[in-house]
């Protein structure tokens, strides 16, 4: 149609007859033809033919289109690499973007279980102060000093006897005290910061799909009573093999002897040496790293539990895992390490309270004006006895004595409770 429609638009343009089609749907078919065909050369010769003036516009987009024909590799390289850079740019952006709201959930969730972690210590705290007056009162009953003393006030005949009985009882009732103090520190801090961890993981999948509860209220309860071993059997074991200690050491030395304060403290580290030598007799295997003292802190592992293994619930089985993986924490060497620093500091502290007793006169000071004028004093053991028979108040003091401030201060325990928490907060330190 595009010649007809050109014949009969333009047949007597050139007589000066007017066109046989309406201005406006002639200039419409115009545009849309030339748009069409504006690269035919018939086209042109016919606008120039009936005296239209060649649009300016189409000559601009042909040498637009010539341009992009001859360039197309170049500026299809760059649109692709702008494009590219523009997309990387996003990428980075968003990379960027999740790269920030992870730290901050990090920092998030390191801050809520730093904050769970220190309450978590003052906790222990607590239950180590709430606990001594049971130990001590478990002690007092066990190794009863006050019926000898009342004995000794009657002037009976066997005097001689009575005191010997006294001697070993206050040594062993102090030793035992100092012995069992520190364990109770040690172990709660390992069983708190073991349930803590339990808990913390519990309190962090609340909200998640179909969260599993790792530690029930009834489970912490059992697994937290398994301490009263060391207040019961554990300690009655305890008292049994210090006793022993304590007559093959103090049983040669006479009521008339007199102790220096060094003499003292070599006499309790021979006992020392007795009690934390010493192997359970119904122990068969030889562990270098297990300490000696785990027996007293724990029960084997025959428990009356594993023993009804037949009728076991679930909270049964956690328990007897929390109770597996508390013994493997006291038989590790860190575990041996931190108890055996309490113990020094407990026996430190111990000589500390009985030598302000050991308190130099005037004549002594002026006779050898030297510093160690403190530990050349001596005293009969017939008068140290009293004293160090007194000392199982300061060191199993409900109120926050310095004996049990010490311990509950030292770095080293704090370090090794981080350390117990942090294994067991952790999902994937607990899953190994």
Known sequence: PFPWLLRNAFSGAGRGVRSRLPVAVLHSSLANSYRLCFHSSLLTGYLQYSGWPLPRCPRAMLSAWNFLKRHRRKLLFLGAAVGGVYLLGKYAQKKIREIQEREAAEYIAQARRQYHFESNQRTCNMTVLSMLPALKDALMQQLSSESLTSLLKSRPSNKLEIWEDLKIISFTRSIVAVYSTCM?????????????????????AVGKNGPTILAPPEVQQQYLSSIQHLLGDGLTELITVVKQAVQKILGRISLKHALSLLELEQTLKEVRKEVENSQDPTSTERNNSKSPLCRFMMPDEESPLIAQACGLSEKDVTTIKLLNETRDMLESPDFSMVLNTCLNKGFSRLLDNIAEFFRPTEQDLNQRNSINSLSSVGLPLAKIIPIVNGQIYSVCSETPSHFVQDLLMMEQVKDFAANVYEAFSTPQQLEK
């Not at 109770?184 to 962090?204: K, P």
């Open 184 to 204: 109770l520190v040690v172990l709660l801090r390992v069983q708190l910061n073991i349930i803590g961890g339990y808990i913390y993981l519990d309190n962090a």
